[in-house]
Protein backbone atom coordinates (compact mmCIF):
# COMPACT_ATOMS: atom_id res chain seq x y z
CA UNK A 1 0.00 0.00 0.00
CA UNK A 2 0.89 3.62 -1.08
CA UNK A 3 -0.04 7.20 -0.98
CA UNK A 4 0.06 8.07 -4.71
CA UNK A 5 -0.51 11.60 -4.77
CA UNK A 6 -2.61 14.20 -2.38
CA UNK A 7 -4.98 16.92 -2.79
CA UNK A 8 -4.45 19.89 0.04
CA UNK A 9 -7.28 22.60 0.49
CA UNK A 10 -7.44 25.26 2.82
CA UNK A 11 -5.02 23.23 5.61
CA UNK A 12 -2.88 25.06 7.21
CA UNK A 13 -0.52 27.27 5.25
CA UNK A 14 -2.28 25.29 2.08
CA UNK A 15 -4.73 27.43 0.22
CA UNK A 16 -4.51 24.36 -2.67
CA UNK A 17 -1.75 22.10 -3.32
CA UNK A 18 -0.92 18.95 -4.83
CA UNK A 19 1.62 16.96 -4.66
CA UNK A 20 2.78 13.35 -5.70
CA UNK A 21 4.60 10.64 -3.70
CA UNK A 22 7.14 7.88 -4.27
CA UNK A 23 6.33 4.50 -3.32
CA UNK A 24 10.15 4.53 -2.28
CA UNK A 25 11.58 7.36 -0.03
CA UNK A 26 9.99 11.13 -0.40
CA UNK A 27 12.16 13.77 0.56
CA UNK A 28 10.15 17.21 1.68
CA UNK A 29 12.34 19.61 1.95
CA UNK A 30 12.01 23.32 2.65
CA UNK A 31 12.98 26.09 5.02
CA UNK A 32 11.23 26.66 8.43
CA UNK A 33 8.17 27.43 8.67
CA UNK A 34 7.62 26.51 4.62
CA UNK A 35 4.97 23.68 5.40
CA UNK A 36 6.97 20.18 5.48
CA UNK A 37 5.49 19.02 8.99
CA UNK A 38 1.68 20.60 7.92
CA UNK A 39 2.02 18.37 4.74
CA UNK A 40 2.86 14.91 7.11
CA UNK A 41 0.26 15.90 8.85
CA UNK A 42 -1.87 16.04 5.67
CA UNK A 43 -1.11 12.35 4.98
CA UNK A 44 -1.86 11.34 8.54
CA UNK A 45 -5.11 12.61 8.45
CA UNK A 46 -6.05 10.59 5.38
CA UNK A 47 -4.39 7.71 7.19
CA UNK A 48 -5.98 7.78 10.35
CA UNK A 49 -8.50 10.31 10.21
CA UNK A 50 -7.25 12.93 12.91
CA UNK A 51 -4.29 15.07 13.17
CA UNK A 52 -1.28 13.71 14.71
CA UNK A 53 0.54 17.39 15.26
CA UNK A 54 -2.03 19.64 15.74
CA UNK A 55 -4.87 18.25 17.99
CA UNK A 56 -8.27 19.52 17.68
CA UNK A 57 -9.51 19.56 13.73
CA UNK A 58 -10.24 23.51 13.92
CA UNK A 59 -6.83 24.30 14.76
CA UNK A 60 -6.21 23.02 11.11
CA UNK A 61 -8.30 25.18 8.93
CA UNK A 62 -6.36 28.16 6.99
CA UNK A 63 -6.55 31.40 8.57
CA UNK A 64 -9.77 33.27 7.68
CA UNK A 65 -10.97 29.97 5.97
CA UNK A 66 -13.79 28.08 7.16
CA UNK A 67 -13.31 24.18 5.85
CA UNK A 68 -10.20 22.03 4.88
CA UNK A 69 -10.41 19.56 2.39
CA UNK A 70 -7.70 16.74 1.79
CA UNK A 71 -7.88 14.12 -0.81
CA UNK A 72 -5.39 10.94 -1.90
CA UNK A 73 -5.20 8.02 -3.66
CA UNK A 74 -3.83 5.28 -2.08
CA UNK A 75 -2.56 2.18 -4.46
CA UNK A 76 -2.06 -1.42 -3.47
CA UNK A 77 -1.96 -4.18 -5.19
CA UNK A 78 -2.74 -3.14 -8.32
CA UNK A 79 -6.42 -1.08 -7.31
CA UNK A 80 -6.71 2.53 -6.49
CA UNK A 81 -8.65 4.19 -3.32
CA UNK A 82 -9.49 7.42 -2.72
CA UNK A 83 -9.93 8.85 0.42
CA UNK A 84 -11.61 12.08 1.36
CA UNK A 85 -11.28 14.01 4.32
CA UNK A 86 -13.53 17.23 4.69
CA UNK A 87 -14.52 19.33 7.77
CA UNK A 88 -16.23 22.24 8.25
CA UNK A 89 -15.84 24.89 11.39
CA UNK A 90 -17.73 23.72 14.30
CA UNK A 91 -19.73 21.21 12.42
CA UNK A 92 -19.13 17.17 11.70
CA UNK A 93 -16.05 15.91 10.08
CA UNK A 94 -16.74 14.06 7.04
CA UNK A 95 -14.67 10.88 5.81
CA UNK A 96 -14.95 8.96 2.82
CA UNK A 97 -13.69 6.20 1.01
CA UNK A 98 -14.48 5.31 -2.60
CA UNK A 99 -17.18 7.65 -2.47
CA UNK A 100 -18.62 6.41 0.57
CA UNK A 101 -19.23 8.08 3.66
CA UNK A 102 -18.02 6.08 6.97
CA UNK A 103 -20.66 6.26 9.99
CA UNK A 104 -18.06 6.33 12.10
CA UNK A 105 -14.83 7.59 11.63
CA UNK A 106 -13.42 4.95 14.15
CA UNK A 107 -14.14 2.48 11.76
CA UNK A 108 -11.27 4.26 9.23
CA UNK A 109 -8.63 3.60 11.72
CA UNK A 110 -5.86 1.15 10.34
CA UNK A 111 -7.47 1.19 6.71
CA UNK A 112 -4.06 2.54 5.78
CA UNK A 113 -1.20 2.00 9.12
CA UNK A 114 1.02 4.61 9.87
CA UNK A 115 3.83 5.26 12.10
CA UNK A 116 5.24 9.03 12.61
CA UNK A 117 8.59 9.49 14.03
CA UNK A 118 9.26 13.05 14.82
CA UNK A 119 11.13 15.42 17.02
CA UNK A 120 8.71 15.72 19.93
CA UNK A 121 8.99 11.53 20.75
CA UNK A 122 11.43 12.55 23.71
CA UNK A 123 8.25 13.40 25.60
CA UNK A 124 7.14 9.83 25.61
CA UNK A 125 10.44 9.03 27.86
CA UNK A 126 10.45 12.28 30.39
CA UNK A 127 6.27 13.12 30.57
CA UNK A 128 3.70 10.87 32.80
CA UNK A 129 2.15 7.86 31.62
CA UNK A 130 -0.31 9.29 29.28
CA UNK A 131 1.76 10.10 26.91
CA UNK A 132 3.33 6.24 26.49
CA UNK A 133 -0.13 4.73 26.90
CA UNK A 134 -1.62 7.34 24.03
CA UNK A 135 1.28 5.80 21.80
CA UNK A 136 0.14 2.27 22.36
CA UNK A 137 -3.21 2.74 22.18
CA UNK A 138 -2.71 4.53 18.73
CA UNK A 139 -0.52 1.39 17.34
CA UNK A 140 -3.13 -1.17 18.87
CA UNK A 141 -6.03 0.57 17.20
CA UNK A 142 -4.36 0.73 14.40
CA UNK A 143 -3.65 -3.51 14.21
CA UNK A 144 -6.93 -4.46 14.92
CA UNK A 145 -10.34 -2.46 15.01
CA UNK A 146 -11.59 -4.48 17.70
CA UNK A 147 -8.95 -3.11 20.22
CA UNK A 148 -9.92 0.14 19.15
CA UNK A 149 -13.90 -0.77 19.49
CA UNK A 150 -13.00 -1.89 23.46
CA UNK A 151 -11.07 1.14 24.21
CA UNK A 152 -13.53 3.49 23.29
CA UNK A 153 -16.19 1.39 25.10
CA UNK A 154 -14.00 0.89 28.42
CA UNK A 155 -13.00 4.89 28.54
CA UNK A 156 -17.11 5.70 28.20
CA UNK A 157 -17.97 2.77 30.73
CA UNK A 158 -15.44 5.01 33.32
CA UNK A 159 -16.52 8.42 32.20
CA UNK A 160 -20.49 6.87 33.27
CA UNK A 161 -18.82 5.49 36.63
CA UNK A 162 -16.66 8.09 37.82
CA UNK A 163 -19.76 10.74 37.03
CA UNK A 164 -22.04 8.26 39.05
CA UNK A 165 -19.70 8.51 41.99
CA UNK A 166 -19.42 12.36 41.79
CA UNK A 167 -23.07 12.54 41.84
CA UNK A 168 -23.30 10.21 44.54
CA UNK A 169 -23.58 12.65 47.53
CA UNK A 170 -27.00 13.33 46.67
CA UNK A 171 -28.23 10.05 47.25
CA UNK A 172 -27.69 6.91 48.84
CA UNK A 173 -24.91 3.90 46.72
CA UNK A 174 -27.16 2.03 43.89
CA UNK A 175 -25.00 -1.27 44.45
CA UNK A 176 -26.37 -3.29 41.33
CA UNK A 177 -25.47 0.09 39.35
CA UNK A 178 -22.13 -0.24 40.72
CA UNK A 179 -21.86 -3.71 39.78
CA UNK A 180 -23.01 -3.12 36.79
CA UNK A 181 -20.11 -0.80 35.57
CA UNK A 182 -17.74 -3.10 37.14
CA UNK A 183 -18.69 -5.58 35.34
CA UNK A 184 -18.43 -3.79 32.02
CA UNK A 185 -14.74 -2.53 32.87
CA UNK A 186 -13.65 -6.00 33.60
CA UNK A 187 -15.15 -7.26 30.75
CA UNK A 188 -13.35 -4.16 28.43
CA UNK A 189 -10.43 -3.79 31.01
CA UNK A 190 -9.22 -7.72 30.19
CA UNK A 191 -9.71 -7.96 26.75
CA UNK A 192 -7.59 -4.46 26.13
CA UNK A 193 -5.23 -5.77 29.07
CA UNK A 194 -4.31 -8.76 26.93
CA UNK A 195 -3.66 -7.17 23.76
CA UNK A 196 -1.20 -4.90 25.72
CA UNK A 197 0.76 -7.66 27.08
CA UNK A 198 0.82 -9.44 24.17
CA UNK A 199 1.91 -5.83 22.06
CA UNK A 200 5.02 -5.52 24.61
CA UNK A 201 6.05 -9.43 24.67
CA UNK A 202 6.19 -9.35 20.81
CA UNK A 203 7.90 -5.84 20.35
CA UNK A 204 11.07 -6.78 22.87
CA UNK A 205 13.11 -8.74 20.37
CA UNK A 206 12.35 -6.08 17.47
CA UNK A 207 12.59 -3.02 19.58
CA UNK A 208 16.49 -4.71 21.34
CA UNK A 209 17.60 -5.27 17.76
CA UNK A 210 16.92 -1.76 16.35
CA UNK A 211 18.60 -0.13 19.33
CA UNK A 212 21.61 -2.07 18.50
CA UNK A 213 21.63 -1.43 14.94
CA UNK A 214 20.74 2.02 15.54
CA UNK A 215 23.67 2.80 18.65
CA UNK A 216 26.30 0.07 17.42
CA UNK A 217 26.57 -0.45 20.40
CA UNK A 218 25.21 -3.36 22.90
CA UNK A 219 23.19 -1.99 25.42
CA UNK A 220 20.37 -4.44 26.63
CA UNK A 221 17.12 -2.54 26.36
CA UNK A 222 13.88 -4.02 27.83
CA UNK A 223 10.24 -2.54 27.71
CA UNK A 224 7.85 -3.71 30.77
CA UNK A 225 4.17 -3.25 30.92
CA UNK A 226 3.09 -2.53 34.15
CA UNK A 227 -0.64 -2.63 35.31
CA UNK A 228 -3.02 -3.14 38.16
CA UNK A 229 -4.59 -5.74 36.39
CA UNK A 230 -1.41 -7.59 36.57
CA UNK A 231 -1.84 -9.41 39.30
CA UNK A 232 -5.73 -9.32 39.89
CA UNK A 233 -8.59 -9.98 38.24
CA UNK A 234 -10.27 -6.39 38.15
CA UNK A 235 -13.61 -7.42 39.02
CA UNK A 236 -12.05 -8.32 42.54
CA UNK A 237 -10.07 -5.14 42.38
CA UNK A 238 -13.10 -2.78 41.45
CA UNK A 239 -14.94 -4.45 44.58
CA UNK A 240 -11.82 -4.16 46.81
CA UNK A 241 -11.83 -0.26 46.13
CA UNK A 242 -15.15 0.34 45.92
CA UNK A 243 -14.86 2.50 49.05
CA UNK A 244 -12.37 4.60 48.12
CA UNK A 245 -13.80 5.37 45.03
CA UNK A 246 -16.79 6.79 46.51
CA UNK A 247 -14.70 8.41 49.02
CA UNK A 248 -11.94 10.16 45.96
CA UNK A 249 -15.12 10.37 43.47
CA UNK A 250 -13.32 8.58 40.77
CA UNK A 251 -12.25 5.17 39.81
CA UNK A 252 -8.65 4.87 41.39
CA UNK A 253 -7.64 1.30 39.68
CA UNK A 254 -7.79 -0.06 36.11
CA UNK A 255 -6.00 -0.06 32.95
CA UNK A 256 -6.47 3.79 32.41
CA UNK A 257 -3.47 3.85 35.18
CA UNK A 258 -1.01 1.24 32.72
CA UNK A 259 2.25 1.97 31.89
CA UNK A 260 4.91 1.23 29.91
CA UNK A 261 8.95 1.25 31.62
CA UNK A 262 11.65 1.03 29.10
CA UNK A 263 15.02 0.38 30.81
CA UNK A 264 18.58 0.38 29.12
CA UNK A 265 20.64 -2.37 30.72
CA UNK A 266 18.36 -2.74 34.14
CA UNK A 267 18.07 1.03 34.84
CA UNK A 268 15.21 3.27 34.27
CA UNK A 269 15.73 5.47 30.72
CA UNK A 270 14.26 8.26 32.23
CA UNK A 271 16.19 8.80 34.90
CA UNK A 272 19.65 7.64 33.89
CA UNK A 273 19.95 7.92 30.12
CA UNK A 274 21.48 10.45 28.50
CA UNK A 275 19.44 12.74 25.66
CA UNK A 276 21.08 10.59 22.72
CA UNK A 277 20.18 6.67 24.80
CA UNK A 278 16.58 8.29 25.10
CA UNK A 279 16.11 9.73 21.16
CA UNK A 280 17.71 6.33 20.44
CA UNK A 281 15.53 4.11 22.33
CA UNK A 282 12.26 6.03 21.30
CA UNK A 283 13.22 5.77 17.71
CA UNK A 284 14.11 2.35 18.17
CA UNK A 285 10.63 1.49 19.83
CA UNK A 286 8.99 3.41 16.53
CA UNK A 287 10.58 1.04 14.08
CA UNK A 288 9.53 -2.11 16.54
CA UNK A 289 5.96 -0.70 16.30
CA UNK A 290 6.19 -0.46 12.79
CA UNK A 291 6.75 -4.04 12.74
CA UNK A 292 3.92 -4.74 14.78
CA UNK A 293 1.65 -3.28 13.10
CA UNK A 294 3.30 -4.66 9.54
CA UNK A 295 2.91 -8.18 10.40
CA UNK A 296 -0.90 -7.47 11.78
CA UNK A 297 -2.04 -5.79 9.23
CA UNK A 298 -0.15 -7.94 6.62
CA UNK A 299 0.60 -4.76 4.74
CA UNK A 300 3.45 -2.29 5.29
CA UNK A 301 2.63 1.26 7.06
CA UNK A 302 3.56 4.27 5.78
CA UNK A 303 6.74 5.98 8.05
CA UNK A 304 6.70 9.31 8.75
CA UNK A 305 10.16 11.00 9.15
CA UNK A 306 9.67 14.82 10.53
CA UNK A 307 13.09 16.83 11.35
CA UNK A 308 15.21 13.76 12.32
CA UNK A 309 18.20 15.76 11.32
CA UNK A 310 17.70 17.78 14.34
CA UNK A 311 17.43 14.56 16.77
CA UNK A 312 19.95 12.32 15.59
CA UNK A 313 23.57 12.40 15.39
CA UNK A 314 25.14 11.79 11.70
CA UNK A 315 26.08 8.45 12.71
CA UNK A 316 22.70 7.17 14.53
CA UNK A 317 20.88 8.86 11.47
CA UNK A 318 22.80 6.74 8.90
CA UNK A 319 22.05 3.60 10.99
CA UNK A 320 18.39 4.87 11.03
CA UNK A 321 18.42 5.25 6.71
CA UNK A 322 19.99 1.90 6.39
CA UNK A 323 17.73 0.30 8.61
CA UNK A 324 14.60 1.89 6.74
CA UNK A 325 16.20 1.25 3.31
CA UNK A 326 15.82 -2.22 3.60
CA UNK A 327 12.57 -4.90 2.65
CA UNK A 328 11.06 -4.40 6.30
CA UNK A 329 9.84 -1.02 5.25
CA UNK A 330 7.53 0.53 2.77
CA UNK A 331 6.83 3.47 1.93
CA UNK A 332 8.71 6.89 3.46
CA UNK A 333 8.36 10.15 3.96
CA UNK A 334 11.48 12.43 5.44
CA UNK A 335 11.15 16.10 6.30
CA UNK A 336 14.51 18.41 6.37
CA UNK A 337 15.81 22.00 5.99
CA UNK A 338 18.50 21.00 3.76
CA UNK A 339 18.18 19.56 0.40
CA UNK A 340 21.83 18.55 0.19
CA UNK A 341 22.32 17.01 3.28
CA UNK A 342 19.43 14.39 2.42
CA UNK A 343 20.92 13.94 -1.02
CA UNK A 344 23.91 12.64 0.37
CA UNK A 345 22.15 10.94 3.13
CA UNK A 346 20.45 8.61 0.92
CA UNK A 347 22.72 8.61 -1.82
CA UNK A 348 23.27 4.74 -2.14
CA UNK A 349 19.60 4.06 -1.09
CA UNK A 350 18.13 1.08 -2.88
CA UNK A 351 14.45 2.82 -2.55
CA UNK A 352 12.77 5.32 -5.24
CA UNK A 353 13.13 9.10 -4.42
CA UNK A 354 10.97 11.67 -5.10
CA UNK A 355 12.03 15.16 -4.02
CA UNK A 356 9.76 17.68 -2.86
CA UNK A 357 11.01 21.45 -2.84
CA UNK A 358 8.55 23.59 -0.99
CA UNK A 359 9.26 27.71 -0.43
CA UNK B 1 -39.41 41.16 9.99
CA UNK B 2 -42.58 43.26 11.17
CA UNK B 3 -45.73 42.46 11.30
CA UNK B 4 -48.76 44.57 10.71
CA UNK B 5 -51.02 42.63 13.68
CA UNK B 6 -49.65 41.44 16.79
CA UNK B 7 -52.21 38.65 16.96
CA UNK B 8 -50.15 36.83 14.12
CA UNK B 9 -46.64 37.74 14.89
CA UNK B 10 -47.84 35.62 18.23
CA UNK B 11 -49.44 32.75 16.39
CA UNK B 12 -46.31 33.14 14.47
CA UNK B 13 -43.87 33.31 17.22
CA UNK B 14 -45.69 29.76 18.60
CA UNK B 15 -45.49 27.83 15.25
CA UNK B 16 -41.89 28.95 15.36
CA UNK B 17 -40.90 27.10 18.78
CA UNK B 18 -42.00 23.82 16.95
CA UNK B 19 -38.76 21.50 16.04
CA UNK B 20 -38.06 21.50 12.29
CA UNK B 21 -39.76 24.81 11.65
CA UNK B 22 -38.24 28.18 10.50
CA UNK B 23 -39.67 31.44 10.51
CA UNK B 24 -40.94 31.66 7.04
CA UNK B 25 -42.57 28.03 7.28
CA UNK B 26 -44.39 29.44 10.54
CA UNK B 27 -45.50 32.38 8.37
CA UNK B 28 -46.99 30.22 6.09
CA UNK B 29 -48.93 28.10 8.34
CA UNK B 30 -50.49 30.62 10.29
CA UNK B 31 -51.51 32.56 6.98
CA UNK B 32 -52.83 29.53 5.73
CA UNK B 33 -54.90 28.84 8.74
CA UNK B 34 -56.25 32.84 8.49
CA UNK B 35 -57.57 31.88 5.08
CA UNK B 36 -59.49 28.68 6.37
CA UNK B 37 -62.86 28.98 7.38
CA UNK B 38 -63.16 29.73 11.20
CA UNK B 39 -64.43 26.61 12.16
CA UNK B 40 -62.33 24.43 10.48
CA UNK B 41 -59.36 26.35 12.26
CA UNK B 42 -61.33 25.88 15.64
CA UNK B 43 -61.27 22.28 14.78
CA UNK B 44 -57.42 22.34 14.40
CA UNK B 45 -57.35 24.35 17.82
CA UNK B 46 -59.47 21.81 19.29
CA UNK B 47 -57.25 18.59 18.11
CA UNK B 48 -54.44 19.91 20.34
CA UNK B 49 -55.65 21.60 23.01
CA UNK B 50 -57.61 17.65 23.73
CA UNK B 51 -54.48 16.03 22.96
CA UNK B 52 -52.43 17.74 25.16
CA UNK B 53 -55.29 17.10 27.99
CA UNK B 54 -56.41 14.25 27.53
CA UNK B 55 -53.50 12.09 26.63
CA UNK B 56 -52.47 9.99 29.24
CA UNK B 57 -49.33 7.66 29.66
CA UNK B 58 -50.47 3.88 30.17
CA UNK B 59 -50.13 2.65 33.87
CA UNK B 60 -48.78 -0.67 32.66
CA UNK B 61 -46.51 0.08 29.86
CA UNK B 62 -46.20 3.92 30.05
CA UNK B 63 -46.63 4.16 26.46
CA UNK B 64 -48.88 7.35 25.29
CA UNK B 65 -52.70 6.56 25.70
CA UNK B 66 -56.09 7.49 25.13
CA UNK B 67 -57.10 5.40 28.57
CA UNK B 68 -55.87 4.65 31.86
CA UNK B 69 -54.89 1.48 30.05
CA UNK B 70 -53.83 1.86 26.53
CA UNK B 71 -54.39 -0.37 23.37
CA UNK B 72 -51.66 -2.95 23.34
CA UNK B 73 -52.02 -3.53 26.95
CA UNK B 74 -55.47 -4.43 26.22
CA UNK B 75 -55.28 -5.93 23.47
CA UNK B 76 -56.99 -9.26 23.20
CA UNK B 77 -54.71 -10.74 20.19
CA UNK B 78 -51.80 -9.81 21.89
CA UNK B 79 -49.31 -11.94 23.76
CA UNK B 80 -49.66 -10.74 27.51
CA UNK B 81 -46.63 -13.01 28.60
CA UNK B 82 -43.84 -11.16 26.18
CA UNK B 83 -42.77 -7.94 26.88
CA UNK B 84 -40.18 -5.50 24.95
CA UNK B 85 -38.27 -2.97 26.59
CA UNK B 86 -37.56 0.47 24.86
CA UNK B 87 -35.94 3.48 25.74
CA UNK B 88 -39.16 5.81 24.48
CA UNK B 89 -42.55 6.26 22.49
CA UNK B 90 -40.85 6.52 18.99
CA UNK B 91 -39.47 2.89 19.43
CA UNK B 92 -42.81 1.94 20.28
CA UNK B 93 -43.67 3.39 17.11
CA UNK B 94 -40.82 2.20 15.06
CA UNK B 95 -41.70 -1.48 16.52
CA UNK B 96 -45.18 -1.45 15.68
CA UNK B 97 -44.98 -0.50 12.10
CA UNK B 98 -42.80 -3.23 11.19
CA UNK B 99 -46.10 -5.26 12.33
CA UNK B 100 -44.24 -8.52 12.99
CA UNK B 101 -44.34 -8.15 16.77
CA UNK B 102 -47.07 -8.99 19.11
CA UNK B 103 -46.33 -9.12 22.41
CA UNK B 104 -46.57 -5.83 25.22
CA UNK B 105 -44.00 -2.81 25.54
CA UNK B 106 -42.28 -1.22 28.33
CA UNK B 107 -41.37 1.84 28.01
CA UNK B 108 -38.09 2.86 30.24
CA UNK B 109 -38.35 7.00 29.35
CA UNK B 110 -34.63 6.68 28.94
CA UNK B 111 -31.50 4.88 29.64
CA UNK B 112 -28.83 5.08 32.29
CA UNK B 113 -26.20 7.66 32.17
CA UNK B 114 -25.13 9.72 35.01
CA UNK B 115 -23.51 11.72 33.09
CA UNK B 116 -26.47 13.12 31.88
CA UNK B 117 -27.77 13.14 35.20
CA UNK B 118 -29.86 9.87 34.43
CA UNK B 119 -30.19 7.33 37.31
CA UNK B 120 -32.31 3.96 37.55
CA UNK B 121 -34.17 6.06 40.15
CA UNK B 122 -35.67 8.67 36.97
CA UNK B 123 -36.86 4.94 34.63
CA UNK B 124 -39.21 3.14 35.29
CA UNK B 125 -37.66 0.23 35.86
CA UNK B 126 -39.67 -0.64 39.68
CA UNK B 127 -42.73 -0.91 37.49
CA UNK B 128 -41.21 -3.30 35.04
CA UNK B 129 -39.85 -5.71 38.01
CA UNK B 130 -43.51 -5.71 39.29
CA UNK B 131 -45.13 -5.91 36.34
CA UNK B 132 -43.35 -8.99 35.35
CA UNK B 133 -43.81 -10.54 38.88
CA UNK B 134 -47.33 -9.71 38.88
CA UNK B 135 -48.29 -10.65 35.36
CA UNK B 136 -46.09 -14.01 35.24
CA UNK B 137 -43.98 -12.55 32.37
CA UNK B 138 -42.15 -15.22 30.31
CA UNK B 139 -39.78 -13.54 28.19
CA UNK B 140 -38.45 -9.84 28.22
CA UNK B 141 -37.09 -8.50 24.81
CA UNK B 142 -34.27 -5.81 25.59
CA UNK B 143 -34.80 -3.71 22.65
CA UNK B 144 -32.13 -1.01 23.54
CA UNK B 145 -29.96 1.10 21.63
CA UNK B 146 -26.65 -0.53 21.41
CA UNK B 147 -24.42 2.29 23.27
CA UNK B 148 -22.60 2.40 26.07
CA UNK B 149 -25.89 3.42 27.81
CA UNK B 150 -28.00 1.15 26.41
CA UNK B 151 -25.61 -1.97 27.83
CA UNK B 152 -25.60 -0.54 30.95
CA UNK B 153 -29.34 -0.53 30.89
CA UNK B 154 -29.41 -3.83 29.54
CA UNK B 155 -27.08 -5.42 32.31
CA UNK B 156 -28.42 -3.41 34.96
CA UNK B 157 -31.98 -4.51 34.04
CA UNK B 158 -30.91 -8.62 34.20
CA UNK B 159 -29.45 -8.00 37.67
CA UNK B 160 -32.73 -6.66 38.55
CA UNK B 161 -34.24 -9.32 37.30
CA UNK B 162 -31.98 -12.25 38.17
CA UNK B 163 -34.34 -13.76 41.17
CA UNK B 164 -37.55 -13.81 38.40
CA UNK B 165 -37.96 -16.82 36.51
CA UNK B 166 -37.94 -14.73 32.94
CA UNK B 167 -36.04 -15.31 30.00
CA UNK B 168 -34.12 -12.41 28.76
CA UNK B 169 -33.44 -11.60 25.01
CA UNK B 170 -31.59 -8.96 23.00
CA UNK B 171 -31.51 -7.68 19.38
CA UNK B 172 -29.40 -9.23 17.17
CA UNK B 173 -26.83 -6.31 15.75
CA UNK B 174 -25.09 -6.90 12.68
CA UNK B 175 -24.99 -5.88 9.11
CA UNK B 176 -27.95 -4.40 8.02
CA UNK B 177 -29.83 -6.31 5.15
CA UNK B 178 -29.47 -5.27 1.59
CA UNK B 179 -26.04 -3.69 2.99
CA UNK B 180 -22.55 -4.36 0.95
CA UNK B 181 -20.31 -6.35 3.18
CA UNK B 182 -17.21 -4.36 1.28
CA UNK B 183 -18.79 -1.30 2.39
CA UNK B 184 -19.64 -2.05 6.08
CA UNK B 185 -17.50 -0.46 8.14
CA UNK B 186 -14.60 -2.71 9.81
CA UNK B 187 -16.61 -3.12 13.12
CA UNK B 188 -20.26 -3.81 12.42
CA UNK B 189 -18.56 -6.60 10.44
CA UNK B 190 -16.23 -7.71 13.11
CA UNK B 191 -19.51 -7.94 15.75
CA UNK B 192 -21.57 -9.65 13.00
CA UNK B 193 -18.92 -12.32 12.47
CA UNK B 194 -18.41 -12.75 16.00
CA UNK B 195 -21.91 -12.92 16.67
CA UNK B 196 -22.70 -15.53 13.53
CA UNK B 197 -25.77 -17.51 13.96
CA UNK B 198 -26.65 -20.94 12.54
CA UNK B 199 -28.15 -20.79 9.23
CA UNK B 200 -31.76 -22.09 9.88
CA UNK B 201 -31.80 -19.31 12.47
CA UNK B 202 -31.01 -17.09 9.25
CA UNK B 203 -33.50 -18.12 7.23
CA UNK B 204 -36.37 -18.23 9.94
CA UNK B 205 -35.36 -14.08 10.69
CA UNK B 206 -35.32 -13.67 6.46
N1 LIG C 1 -4.25 27.47 10.54
C1 LIG C 1 -3.26 28.03 9.80
N2 LIG C 1 -3.56 28.85 8.78
C2 LIG C 1 -2.57 29.41 8.02
N3 LIG C 1 -1.26 29.18 8.22
C3 LIG C 1 -0.92 28.35 9.22
C4 LIG C 1 -1.89 27.73 10.06
N4 LIG C 1 -1.25 26.96 10.96
C5 LIG C 1 0.07 27.10 10.69
N5 LIG C 1 0.28 27.93 9.66
C6 LIG C 1 1.57 28.31 9.06
O1 LIG C 1 2.24 27.15 8.69
C7 LIG C 1 3.63 27.34 8.82
C8 LIG C 1 4.26 26.23 9.60
O2 LIG C 1 4.24 25.10 8.83
P1 LIG C 1 5.05 23.83 9.28
O3 LIG C 1 4.51 22.70 8.51
O4 LIG C 1 5.08 23.69 10.76
O5 LIG C 1 6.49 24.24 8.76
P2 LIG C 1 7.81 23.40 8.75
O6 LIG C 1 7.51 22.05 9.31
O7 LIG C 1 8.21 23.35 7.32
O8 LIG C 1 8.77 24.18 9.58
C9 LIG C 1 3.83 28.63 9.54
O9 LIG C 1 4.27 29.59 8.60
C10 LIG C 1 2.47 28.99 10.06
O10 LIG C 1 2.25 30.36 10.07
MG1 LIG D 1 8.25 21.13 11.07
ZN1 LIG E 1 -49.81 -0.12 27.84
Redesign the interface.
Known amino acids: MHLESIHINSFRNYAKSDFSFADGISIITGPNGSGKTNLLDAVYYLCVGKSYFNGQDGNNVKHAETHFFIKGCFADLGRTDTVTVAYRLHDVKLITRNEVKYEKIAAHTGRYPVVVIDPDDTLLVVEGSEERRRLIDNILSQADTAYLEALISYNKFLQQRNSYLKQRYSQTTDHVLMDTFDAQLHRYGHQLHDYRLNLIQAIEPDFNSYYELLSGGRERTTIAYQSDLAQADLLQLLKGSRDKDMEYQRTTLGIHRDDYIISLNGKLLKKAGSQGQKKTAIVALKLALYQFVRRNKQMMPLLLLDDIFDKLDPDRLKNLLRCIDGDAFGQIMITDTEPGRMLQALETSRKKLHYIYLT | MNFPSKLIEDAVSEFEKLPGIGHKTALRLVLHLLKQQPQQAQQFVDAISRMRREVQYCRECHNISDADLCAICSGSKRNHKLVCVVENIRDVIAIESTQQYFGLYHVLGGV????E?I???KLQIDSLTRRIEANGIEEVIMALNPT??G??TI??LS??MEHLPVKITTLSRGVAFGAELE?T????L?RSISSRLPYENYLVQR
Do not use: F
Open positions: ISPLGGPEVEDTYYKKYDDMTA
